[in-house]
């Protein structure tokens, strides 16, 4: 840990001191390797976790778009703000702070990591990532495609550690900032250590998003995105919408259709193309969300479809007549779970769209665009999409409140989470 830590703050020093134009040189490289090696990358991601390979195919494409993106960006991010005051010349610079720890989980092994450590980097700063136990080749393969890229030895580095090791890293005089990607557990201990060092931490945790479908809905389209919101990457997703709140007088007409469209979904060999839902990464994902699912039904919730597990495998599963005690929906399901409720006004979706100690996202499917946007203020997330899923997209900032945590990844906002925002003041006498 020591000798790698050093050695990322020795790279600092002459990183920091590149032009901006000349670090994001490097991005155009990175992005080429990424799309010219994006199969044998994505038949890493998915022997480690089990994505099927399509999907894993598709998060190494989206680590290259977030590198052109960042570099036909970053530079007016970046460049000095000028500020009007009383000052014969006032602006802000944004300047890197040096080496950052970054602390990423298995689901998007290669994107979470890109969406941490593209920014840190194009911003001057160097990184150090301890990723998931259970993702050691994605891991080294990261630092490998980096340093293949031309980024100087000591800008990127894989940390081999156990999750006991974390607190002396974070607490280390040389780690500035600290950026995790995990459960709210983990986020709780990761700021409670940085805080006591007075370190500046982004924690993105866990989600437990509502998609609300309204009665004037698209009813073909809601239920086409619903079936991706909720079941791409096997539900292993944050953001993954897991509380489906439907209008009582479509609420029927919905289900069939949901069900129809989840038996349709291909399973299989996770390195067929055609395979949609695979296996959750860990058997003990697996126990876990079959107790949340028996513990609804014993509580009166309806099982429609599913609530079967073979080993790893989780069946799509669909519940109805689910009330907000139960722990489909209180608690975060991980896996390939939809919980379904019924409501009879926007009021009573938006009360119990917020009933949850999450904050990420929501979906709301209407045709009426004027009044939904009347009440995007009501609802108490990080980011509000209609007639869509949430995702992440690198144009725009991803990050929650509440359990969620706090800070931002992407865009502009996301860029500037590991700079000295200074301030420059200059009077002329």
Known sequence: METTITRANETYAAWNNLPLNERLTFLPILAQHLLENKTVYAAVITSEMQKPIAQAIAEVEKCALLCTYYFENASSFLSAKAI???????FVTYEPIGVILGIMPWN????QVFRFAIPALVSGNTVVVKHASNVPKCAQ??????????????CYQNLAL??????????????????LTGSEFAGKAVAAIAGKHLKKCVLELGGNNAF???EDADLKAAVAIAVNARMQNAGQSCIAAKRFLVHESVADTFIIQFKTALQNLITGDVFDKATQIGPLARLDLA????KQVQKSIAMGSQLILGGTRDGAFYAPTLLTKVTPQMPVFTEETFGPVAAITTFCNLDEAIALSNQSNF????????????????????FNEGAVFINEMVKSDPRLPFGGVKNSGYGRELAE??????????????KCL
């Open 84 to 90: 009007k005051t009383e000052a014969s010349e006032s």
């Open 413 to 426: 906002e996301g860029l500037k989470e590991f700079v000295n925002i200074k301030t420059v003041f200059i």
């Open 141 to 154: 393969l990261l630092q490998d495609l980096f340093e293949e890229a031309g980024f100087p030895l000591g």
């Open 108 to 111: 998007f092994p290669f994107w």
């Open 359 to 378: 904050g990420l996202g929501v979906s709301i499917f209407t045709q009426d665009i004027a009044k939904i946007k009347t009440k995007i203020a009501a």
């Open 212 to 214: 609300i479908v309204l």
């Open 287 to 290: 126990t876990e969300l079959d």
């Open 162 to 179: 156990s999750s006991t090791e974390v607190a002396a890293v974070i607490a280390h005089p040389i780690v500035k900032a600290v950026s």
